[in-house]
């Protein structure tokens, strides 16, 4: 599935509203870890994306995309970059529905094999597909989140399986507009005490947030 940039048109930002707030910022980040997790996607995948949908100014390399998804204040290493500005918050949100439609069908089968499992009352990670991806998620949270070492694997893995889902429905043909009008609709999210994250609110309305820690 191609997606043209000119028929994605995201809405406006609350007024005010010019940095992402910490629960965008983790989210966007928390949805490509899902994407990597899922199929492997890798910075190269995410760059091919930025180009192909002429987002290059936002996320033009490695580094910036670094900056952006360690400005997630989850992450044991947020303090490299605190802000994210809106346009670039647009940007992978475009990149993140772009990449999800690329792999619907992964996706798909991901979910089918899981709704399997529940059906015939067996462990998710008994599937081969399911097991994987929680397999890899799992791995990652826990290496790069500060709350990794505290969260236990069942916490994790409905973490895991709520980002996959979310990743089918943002995988539509307006799949993008869906996920930024989420994004600013998430309440506050609960950071662990142990992240260095400062002065950041999220916008509040909704009642789809993150798990808490």
């Not at 798909?108 to 462990?123: D, F, H, I, N, P």
């Amino acid at each position: 599935m191609t997606v043209e940039p000119k028929q994605t048109q995201l809405d406006p930002q609350p007024a005010g509203l010019t940095t992402a707030t910490a629960t965008i910022k983790a989210q966007l980040d928390l949805l490509l870890l899902g994407l990597e997790s899922l199929s492997g996607e890798s910075s190269e995948a995410v760059l091919a994306a930025a180009k192909a949908l002429n987002l290059e100014k936002q996320i033009g390399d490695r580094v910036i995309l670094w900056r952006l998804r360690n400005a997630n204040p989850l992450r044991r290493s947020s303090g490299g970059r605190k802000e994210v500005d809106i346009e670039e918050a647009r940007a992978l949100v475009m990149v993140i529905a772009y990449l999800a439609a690329q792999r619907q069908a992964r996706i798909r089968s991901t979910l089918e094999q899981l709704e399997t499992a529940v059906e015939q009352e067996l462990s998710p990670f008994h599937q081969a597909l399911v097991g994987d991806y929680l397999d890899e998620f799992i791995s990652h949270y826990r290496s790069r989140m500060v709350d990794g070492d505290v969260r236990d694997e069942n916490s994790l893995a409905e973490l895991a399986l709520r980002i996959l889902i979310e990743l089918m429905f943002y995988s539509s043909p307006r799949g993008a507009q869906r996920l930024w009008k989420a994004l600013l609709n998430r309440p506050e999210m609960d950071l662990p005490a142990s992240s260095d994250e400062e002065g950041e609110v999220a916008h509040s309305s909704g009642s789809d947030a993150l798990p808490s820690p």
